[in-house]
């Protein structure tokens, strides 16, 4: 098993502690390491170091460099632009055949919160057992604890024996974001999990199924393959990638593929997706504050707080998210956090960018 | 007539703006100048700059030096330690009755903002009238224009007759902050003016004022006076400033003296008492935002922001007050302002003077 990890995303709904030169696996928001430090040590527990690559772009190389030294140089891959998770994981995957036409990846964004280790690794086991055993792509569902409306979700079909401790089904379908009454009704019906984004198969199956599904996609990482190890390889790279259609692994491949399962995980899981997250994480006072640096507050409640440096005052306010780093301050309502991508986007229209 | 300036407040309300070595007055909250500044400006209007008196603490020496450069040194007082308006107006009033027994004084805060130099001026040219031809203590009301709950208020009695551009009353009572209801009561009569803490009157008629109401307080001023010019100045200064019993001019003297008129100033006046003031006199974009520096809304309405550098970004939030200066932030409900004083107290005692 080999452990792919994508690292390309440059999500802007951190901002400001996200910037244009440090995207969001980069952060530390929960715990002491960054999100992708995290990751690769969770899955320093399934593989050796040498069997973790990583897909990010060149515009992060230095920050990806800095973030995985324990991953040998030769498994950072940089696309030169970002084309989607289908067209990143087949990178990672005819990389890895041509030294391994066994290889089964692991294939895990970078910027996602698992807790329990242990938990983590039975499920992924389960999956490289059934990519192996079944030649299936098989992706990680979380058993839903709320009716999030920001996640895909997955409808899960016939169950197959396995062991106690692990549930496997067939997908049967892939749903997108639902609005707040069809996730209560995901909910309650007790056959829909979160797509985690996690996959797990063997990389000849990915590629069969590139081919079946995004031919020209199968056929431009094909040439890539051929011109790995030779003086060609930076050329056609550039070519391929500057032709190829950016599409996802989950619309353009897994909502078409004849055998999908799903293994559901137990494990705490979830995406981060924007301050109200990390502040749900975090830990709280008796007011419901969570604070992170110097932070002082009166009359407020359930109010997240971060401050690089300085100190941050809140003075009768409920539920805001307050971030104070390199020179920038976010005050944002918690209701309102995926907002942000918004500020951001007005920021570049106003010729901001350095604030970016 | 002579301007006597009071420039020792150290008001916390405008924190993380104002902090322990640049008060309130030494900011600009409204214009270009500071508030001490915009003051001299308008008492240059009504006096000659060697007419112009500041009384600050030893403190604040550098800022005032600094701000008030036009005025001659000699006449920058500077208390051991502030010990309220009684007594600061004491120590004016004794140094320039040391050059002129006849010296009218027009006292005022530095730090409030009065718009229309031209209604000032008649207005307290009116209040010297008064001060000299009836030996009056003369104060400056306000024609209110809301029920604020903020200021001390005013009660008029018998109209004295004068120009007609400016009315003259004997003062019935002085009332201090009142609740809503009972500020609704006092705009409704029509015979509550704002109290302004502008005073006009004869230096020789307020130090016999002192010498009925507060006679330690007298006695200790003319210990000064006696001191002025000799080697032995600042060693008195000391003795009776350790000593002395701090009060303001209203408890201390206005409300107990015989004779006191009150001008009314028809001059847009605030005491700029909280951020709330400053956003209410502001300019404001459609949405009711107002902005100095960099600052980006979405999906905000009737904010204040200051952001002395870098940027700030505000998510969906309404009527708050966003200050970023000297690597500190306060965010705050705009109901609130007041409770900046607060903050500030919690951050004292949590040891954060370096923030301060």
């Known amino acids: ?13 951190f901002w400001p502690r996200s910037r244009s030169d440090r995207a969001k696996q980069f952060l530390s928001l929960y715990g002491k390491h960054s999100l992708i430090q995290s990751t690769l040590l969770r899955f320093s527990h399934l593989v050796p170091w040498d069997r973790i690559y990583i897909v990010s772009n060149r515009a992060q190389k230095k920050m990806v460099t800095e973030h995985c030294l324990n991953v040998p140089r030769d498994n950072l891959l940089f696309e030169p632009l970002s084309k989607n998770t289908a067209v990143c994981i087949g990178l990672a995957a005819v ?3 041509e030294n ?3 290889a089964v990846l692991a294939v895990s964004p970078s910027d996602h919160l698992v807790l329990d280790k242990k938990k983590f690794k039975d499920t992924i086991t389960a999956a490289a057992h059934f990519a192996e055993e079944s030649r ?3 992706t990680i569902g979380i058993l839903p604890s709320r009716p999030a409306t920001g996640y895909g979700y997955i ?3 016939e169950e197959i024996a396995y062991r106690s401790s692990v549930q496997v089904f067939r997908v ?7 609005n707040l009454a069809t996730a209560e009704m995901f909910l309650k019906s007790g ?3 979160w797509n985690s984004g996690i996959f797990v198969f063997r990389a000849d199956v990915y590629l069969a199924a590139l081919e079946e599904h995004l031919p020209d996609t199968h056929d431009g990482l094909r040439k890539i393959q051929a011109a790995i190890g030779s003086v060609r390889y930076e050329d056609v790279l550039q070519r391929v990638y500057r032709q190829i259609r950016g599409v996802s692994v989950d619309y353009g491949v897994m909502e078409h593929a004849r055998s999908v399962l799903t293994v559901r995980g137990n494990f705490l899981w979830n995406d981060l997706g924007s301050w109200e997250q990390v502040y749900l994480l975090g830990k709280k006072d008796k007011d419901g504050n969570s604070a ?3 932070a002082v507050f009166v009359n407020s409640r359930n109010a997240y707080v971060y401050s690089s440096k300085g100190v941050v005052g809140i003075v009768g306010l409920e539920d805001v998210v307050v971030i104070q780093d390199g020179g920038a301050v976010l005050v944002c309502k918690r209701e309102e956090a995926e907002n942000v991508k918004l500020l951001v986007e007005k920021m570049k229209r106003a010729n901001m960018e350095k604030y970016l």
Do not use: C, W
Request: charged residues 20%; hydrophobic residues 35%; glycine residues 16%.
């Open 136 to 138: 299936s792509l098989v």
């Open 155 to 157: 409808q899960t079909g």
């Open 1 to 13: 098993m080999y452990g792919v990890i994508m690292a390309g995303g440059s999500g802007t709904r």
């Open 100 to 102: 391994d036409p066994d």
């Open 191 to 193: 056959d829909f999990l």
């Open 292 to 294: 992170h640096g110097n």
């Open 172 to 178: 049967k379908t892939f749903a997108e974001k639902p």
């Open 95 to 97: 990389h890895i055949l």
